[in-house]
């Protein structure tokens, strides 16, 4: 029986979003792995190194060029406007309220995995295959080492919920850390992504994207908010082109449109129902073309060993870092140990950044895959380190900031 190409992405579509609920539902996963970890984990099984080995006519068949296609433009989509929240949810003011706690704890937090994860991307300069074409080598190293650096804010705030720490004064420190990472993984980004040859391009973007914003603020100022979230997504869609446009990569734009704007335009409890409305209904798609994107042709224990050390110099990066900041500005026991651990929570945002690395031939798909590797193992520590911890030293939530 001949199938056109709408009834294979339907098909597509049960796949994508059946197998890993009810891998989260009936294998129980929720304390190491959330259902969005369970995604991301599907998207690489669904994917041509495991699926597409074990079964290549019906990989073939499901995942066709036609279906791809159309997944990838649900999936660009539906990461732009996650990207345009996470913005939107910096809480830039908390954290010049708090400059000198949160630019030392922020600034161990990012540079020191950093640090250790340039360390571990100038072992693999000298290796074939991870490297990607078009890279010079600080990019590589950069970006393999910012990629060790980042905290996933939107992820972050899903497990901090789930430890009900989230509205907590120690939660809202954390939030403001991660802000402010935030910011700084975009900007590193964008150095990463200067094209020397389009640098007036790029300039003229940055210059005119300034005076557009100025004049985009003194409108939503002035609008009820059931307009300003539809105008939003119009803001979204034209700096997402205007930076591909100067070659920045739309996700850089997706960023830059959510971060100028104020999270007092829009209520607290409708952002978070977009938020989770945009996880639930869209993103698995965003998972499972990331999962076709991955590639074991160097041999999975090349990449299962290159993700262990990226892992390494993640989680250990992460912790010295913020322990050095604990001992700076006298933290109680156990404290650094908490906010480290939550701190290098990765999934989603990593993934985005892995994903333009490799879209931009920064990174190779062998790379790619131990980044993939990497943010799941970083994610699924998380919560199982934390609650124990928050466990003995209880009364840390109700410590003021």
């Not at 650096?149 to 939107?154: I, K």
Request: glycine fraction near 8%; aromatic fraction near 12%.
């Amino acid at each position: 029986m001949h199938m056109g190409t709408t009834e294979i992405f339907l098909i597509a579509m049960l796949i994508i979003f059946s197998v890993p609920y009810l891998i989260w539902r009936f294998g129980r996963t929720d304390y190491y792995a959330p259902l969005v970890v369970v995604q991301i984990i599907a998207g690489i099984l669904l994917g041509p190194g495991i699926m597409g080995r074990a079964f290549p006519e019906y990989y073939s068949f499901v995942f066709n060029p036609q279906v791809v296609q159309s997944l990838n433009g649900i999936a660009w989509w539906a990461v732009m406007i996650f990207v345009m929240i996470a913005g939107i949810e910096l809480d830039l003011k908390k954290a010049w309220e708090h400059r000198r706690e949160s630019s030392i704890t922020a600034g161990l937090a990012l540079g020191t995995p950093l640090l250790f994860g340039c360390v571990a991307a100038l072992g693999l300069v000298g290796y074939a295959g991870w490297m990607g074409p078009k890279a010079r080598d600080w990019q590589f190293v950069l970006g393999v080492g910012m990629a060790c650096a980042v905290t996933a804010l939107p992820i972050l705030i899903l497990l901090m919920e789930k430890l009900e720490i989230l509205r907590q004064p120690i939660g809202q420190r954390i939030l403001r850390y991660a802000s402010l990472d935030d910011i700084a993984i975009w900007g590193v980004l964008a150095l990463i992504l200067l094209d020397w040859d389009r640098v007036g391009r790029q300039a003229g973007f940055l210059l005119l994207f300034a005076v557009v914003t100025k004049l985009f603020r003194m409108m939503m100022v002035r609008l009820e908010e059931r307009d300003r979230w539809y105008i939003s997504f119009i803001w979204l869609a034209m700096c997402a082109f205007a930076a591909d446009w100067a070659g920045l990569h739309f996700m850089v734009g997706a960023f830059l449109a959510g971060a100028v704007m104020d999270a007092e335009w829009f209520n607290q409890e409708k952002m978070d129902f977009m938020r989770a409305n945009v996880l639930m209904a869209i993103m698995p798609v965003f998972f499972l073309s990331t999962g076709l994107r991955t590639n074991w042709a160097m041999g999975g224990s090349a990449v299962f060993v290159v993700a262990a050390v990226l892992l390494i110099a993640s989680v250990s990066g992460k912790l010295a870092g913020i322990h050095v900041a604990g001992r700076i500005l006298k933290w109680a026991p156990g404290e650094a140990s908490i906010i480290g651990w939550l701190l290098q929570t990765k999934a989603l945002i990593m993934i985005i950044f892995a994903n333009i690395l490799l879209d931009k031939q920064i990174i190779t798909s062998e790379t790619f895959t131990a980044l993939l590797l990497m943010a799941i193992g970083s994610t699924m520590l998380t919560v199982p380190m934390v609650y124990p911890k928050l466990q003995r030293v209880a009364q840390l939530i109700f410590k003021t900031s």
